[in-house]
Structure formats: structure tokens, C-alpha cells
């Protein structure tokens, strides 16, 4: 039985690593075997290419090597994890996948989509998520949660995150059998819960 791989997708400080570590905590509790995960990172290798794309000292970093960087770590994570657990059936919660490739470095560096998507295929061996969670926050929201502990990307102007938030919209609009936007509460059991009830859906119907 093939698994299902579910990610999360959202702007700066949207609580997507809250989500879903719930989301995981949740399905583990219903006896399913899930795996956890975040990009980039997940694994030894591609925890250590995220320290060089996070580091505010590496701001001489290109857009393309950025690009390059963040599709490395994906294809160490796909192939050591994601694969493996999706071939044994387990269910994948992910921190972000290729939707914030296309996000962050399509619509928010200028970056060709089309080429990310072909480099992406090449990276992930043509592995796509069933189902994503973008979680909807307005932006300056987000960004004020962020504002003690910024990153080489969260300190990018409110112009940059703008166009990466209008990218995700789009790509959510285009694809909303697979993109679910989930409007975050401020109680965060009240977003879980709207989660859960998307995730209990798919898997019913899987
Ligand atoms: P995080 O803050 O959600 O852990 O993600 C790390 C940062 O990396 C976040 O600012 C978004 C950014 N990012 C990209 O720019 N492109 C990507 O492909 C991924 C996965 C993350």
C-alpha cells in the first residue's frame, strides 16, 4: 500500500511547525504510522544545507545557488525519507515542500517557475504531496510574531513576503483539489481542528 504525504505551506510565523506537530501528534494517537518532517532539513545532510541558506551572514548567496540549496536538501530528504516511508505506507507530515520553492524563489526572487518545477521533478524523482495545508495569515501578522529571531529570508522586505504570499494564493487557486487554505484562528485548537477535519477526510476517502 503506497502512503500518503501531507504538507504544510504558509508565510513566516503563520504556525505551520505548530500545526503540524499536532496534525503528526494526532495521527500517531490514532495508531497510524506517521513520520515527521521539515524542509529543508529532516536529516543530517540537509539540516546542515539549512544552516547555510538560514545564516543572516550568507548574504552574498545567489538566487540560483539559493534555488539550488534548498532543491539539495529536498533530494537528500526525499531519498533517504520520504520514498522509503511512503513505499512502506506511512503517512508523511511535512514543514514545507517544492510549494515554497515556488513561493520563495518563483514569485518572490524572479526565478523561472517552469524551471523549478523541471529541476524539482529531477530533485524529488517526481514525488508530489497528496494533500497541502496553506495556512492563511495576514502577513504583517505573521512577520510581527517573527520579529526576535530573524533569518536571512524573514528579514526580506514586506514587498518580498507580499509576493511570496500572492504565490502561494495563486498556486492555491489553481490546484485547490490539492491545496487547502485554512484560515488561522487565533485559538490554535480551532485551527487544528478545521486540519483534522480536511486530513480526516482524505484519508477516509483513501
Ligand atoms: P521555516 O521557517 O518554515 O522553517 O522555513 C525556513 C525558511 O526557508 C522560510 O523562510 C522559508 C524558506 N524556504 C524557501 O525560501 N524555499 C524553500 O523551498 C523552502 C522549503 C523554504
Do not use: W
Not at 504558509?10 to 506537530?21: A, D, L, V, Y
Not at 511512503?86 to 507530515?93: A, C, E, P, R, S
Not at 504531496?129 to 522586505?157: A, C, H, M, N, V
Amino acid at each position: 500500500m503506497q502512503g500518503k504525504f501531507i504538507t504544510f505551506e504558509g508565510s513566516e510565523g503563520c504556525g505551520k511547525s505548530t500545526q503540524s506537530k499536532l496534525l503528526y501528534r494526532y495521527l500517531k494517537g490514532k495508531g497510524l504510522k506517521a513520520v515527521y518532517l521539515r524542509e529543508p532539513g529532516g536529516n543530517k545532510i540537509s539540516e546542515k544545507i539549512r544552516k547555510i541558506l538560514l545564516d543572516h551572514r550568507n548574504d552574498s548567496i545567489t538566487p540560483v545557488t539559493e534555488t539550488l540549496l534548498y532543491m539539495a536538501a529536498r533530494a537528500q530528504v526525499v531519498d533517504e525519507i520520504i520514498a522509503p516511508a511512503l513505499k512502506q505506507g506511512k503517512i508523511i507530515v511535512c514543514d514545507r515542500f517544492m510549494d515554497s520553492t515556488i513561493a520563495y524563489q518563483g514569485y518572490g526572487l524572479g526565478i523561472d517557475i517552469n524551471l523549478i518545477k523541471c529541476v524539482g521533478k529531477f530533485a524529488t524523482s517526481g514525488i508530489k504531496p497528496d494533500f497541502t495545508i496553506f495556512l492563511d495569515l495576514p502577513l504583517r501578522k505573521g512577520l510581527r510574531y517573527r520579529q526576535y529571531t530573524k533569518d536571512r529570508i524573514e528579514r526580506r522586505s514586506l514587498n518580498y513576503h507580499s509576493r511570496v504570499l500572492k504565490g502561494y494564493l495563486e498556486l492555491a487557486h489553481k490546484d485547490p483539489k490539492r491545496i487547502k487554505i485554512v484560515k488561522v484562528e487565533k485559538d490554535i485548537d480551532k485551527t487544528q481542528s478545521e486540519i483534522r477535519k480536511l486530513v480526516d477526510k482524505l484519508l477516509c476517502h483513501s
